[in-house]
Nanobody, 124 residues
Framework: QAQVQESGGGLVQAGGSLRLSCAASRRTFSTYAVGWFRQAPGKEREFVAAISWSGGSTYYADSVKGRFTISRDNAKNTVYLQMNSLKPEDTAVYYC?????????????????WGQGTQVTVSS
């Protein structure tokens, strides 16, 4: 079982940047596909970005395309979500999810392990 931990959230002004990190405990993390999701108050959890186990394939929600970048450093068992040009509507709890193998996955039910989430608040 993998333990997943997000970090890097915080309060930022609109137009600013944050970088989230997702670290996993397993040495086989390099073989895991990883996704980022977010959930704003009163809303359902939504897909943000995903990356394949190798890092060779990525996919983004239309709402963040061109502003967010997902990447991974398998030597550090860490996946990053670089968020630029942040908007107030990006405010949410951001969750990292992982699953063994494969390309990238867009649905929450396709992931096996989740972190506790990190709060991102963008002020206008």
């Amino acid at each position: 079982q993998a333990q997943v931990q997000e970090s890097g959230g915080g309060l930022v002004q609109a137009g600013g940047s944050l970088r989230l990190s997702c670290a996993a405990s397993r040495r086989t993390f390099s073989t895991y596909a990883v996704g980022w999701f977010r959930q704003a108050p009163g809303k359902e959890r939504e897909f943000v970005a995903a990356i394949s186990w190798s890092g060779g394939s990525t996919y983004y929600a239309d709402s963040v395309k061109g502003r967010f970048t997902i990447s991974r450093d398998n030597a550090k068992n860490t996946v990053y979500l670089q968020m630029n040009s942040l908007k107030p509507e990006d405010t949410a709890v951001y969750y990292c999810a992982v699953r063994p193998g494969g390309s990238y996955y867009l649905r929450a039910d396709q992931y096996d392990y989740w972190g506790q989430g990190t709060q991102v608040t963008v002020s206008s």
